[in-house]
């Protein structure tokens, strides 16, 4: 059966090649297959931490794939800083129709019967709300841990994106206990050397 092949996959495995903070100094190196991974482990945790501790009822691996997917514009736009994003409502409308036209055109690459399945993973519009806020949560922690090691390097370009992610965390954390148990059970280990690390029980 002959058949139209899809380079999908192989746009998503670009996702190396993009560099996030890319207007700024950065001691680590980061791009965006790196910060899907981060996204998609603590999306699933908090969604696990949720349904543990908090009554929730949401699914943990669910979560995770959204998170996956969240950034797949960026195979094609890289990533935007966030300033220049958000630096008018003007510029953030245009910003999000280019978005939502690279998530749209990503997802045309895939045959045809697979669209209707990945098209509530990769159109951010079309994500159930419940998840998008788990992974936009999931999203500012693993910016905000970026951002506090980059900070235990002296890098001081990193330290008003600390206290602009704090202050949206707090926002989230409002309804979203998850997030300042998470914190509170996991971040303190994140900055500590290796031989620390091993003998942390």
Known sequence: MSMTKSPFLAWILRMPLIKRWALMHSVKGENVAEHSHQVAVIAHLLATIRNTYFDGDV??????????YHEVSETKLQDINHVTKYHNPDLTRE????????EIECLHTLPESLQPQFSH???????????KKIVKAADLISAYLKASDEL?????????????LQAMLDEYAKDMPEIPYFLDMFEQNCFVS???LSNTR
Request: aromatic share 8%; proline share 4%.
């Open 121 to 131: 993973l990769l159109v951010q519009k079309n994500v159930d709300p419940v998840y």
């Open 59 to 68: 699914n943990p691996e669910r979560a995770a794939t959204v998170a996956l």
């Open 95 to 102: 910003f999000k129709k280019i978005e939502e036209m690279a």
């Open 152 to 164: 235990s390097f002296q890098n001081r370009e990193f330290s008003h994106v600390k206290t602009r």
């Open 194 to 196: 290796v031989d620390e």
